[in-house]
């Protein structure tokens, strides 16, 4: 990670997403159109930097099926969540009613939410299709997106 990235992503919620897949596209503008607070970044999980934040926790970005939220990233306080939590994290960022969503996914243990998750991550090309490379977002979300340039 360059010094430049570091400062960028320091302390920042960062959404780590499939920038081939449809849905996911679709989710992370639906998110960023309603995270008015500007909280969160959104970062291919096949970019060289998405690749680099997830070997720090011994995740192959090709073998993983799933959005991931890094909170308060590259910092002391860092913290990753997956699948069903990564989902309800993101909603706590957005506005109402999407944050109270959020809250109450927040309480439904892993066992129970992320099977329903998996199957909808297996199945989502078929649902919705995807890209042959990452879509550029509109100009006015631009700036939250980072790693398009690899």
Same mark, same amino acid.
């Given at each position: 990670?360059?010094?430049?990235?570091?400062?960028?992503?320091?302390?920042?919620?960062?959404?780590?997403?499939?920038?081939? &897949?449809?849905? &996911?596209?679709?989710?992370?503008?639906?998110?960023?159109?309603?995270?008015?607070?500007?909280?969160?970044?959104? =970062?291919?999980? #096949?970019?060289?930097?998405?690749?680099?934040?997830?070997?720090?926790?011994?995740?192959?970005?090709?073998?993983?099926?799933?959005?991931?939220? =890094?909170?308060?990233?590259?910092?002391? +306080?860092?913290?990753?969540?997956?699948?069903?939590?990564?989902?309800?994290?993101?909603?706590?960022?957005?506005?109402?009613?999407?944050?109270? =969503? #959020? +809250?109450?996914?927040?309480?439904?243990? %892993?066992?129970?939410?992320?099977?329903?998750?998996?199957?909808?991550?297996?199945?989502?090309?078929?649902?919705? #299709?995807?890209?042959?490379? &990452?879509?550029?977002?509109?100009?006015?979300?631009?700036?939250?997106?980072?790693?398009?340039? %690899?």
């Amino acid at each position: 990670m360059t010094a430049q990235e570091q400062q960028r992503l320091a302390g920042r919620d960062i959404l780590l997403y499939d920038g081939i &897949c449809a849905l &996911c596209n679709g989710v992370v503008h639906f998110a960023a159109r309603r995270d008015a607070a500007g909280r969160l970044l959104f =970062l291919p999980l #096949g970019s060289r930097l998405g690749v680099e934040l997830l070997q720090r926790y011994g995740i192959a970005a090709e073998a993983l099926n799933s959005v991931v939220v =890094l909170e308060h990233a590259a910092t002391q +306080q860092e913290r990753i969540f997956l699948r069903t939590k990564a989902v309800a994290q993101v909603m706590m960022r957005l506005r109402r009613p999407w944050r109270i =969503l #959020g +809250q109450i996914l927040m309480t439904i243990p %892993s066992w129970l939410g992320d099977p329903v998750y998996r199957l909808v991550a297996r199945i989502r090309y078929r649902l919705t #299709g995807r890209y042959e490379i &990452c879509p550029l977002p509109e100009p006015g979300l631009r700036e939250r997106f980072i790693g398009l340039e %690899s």
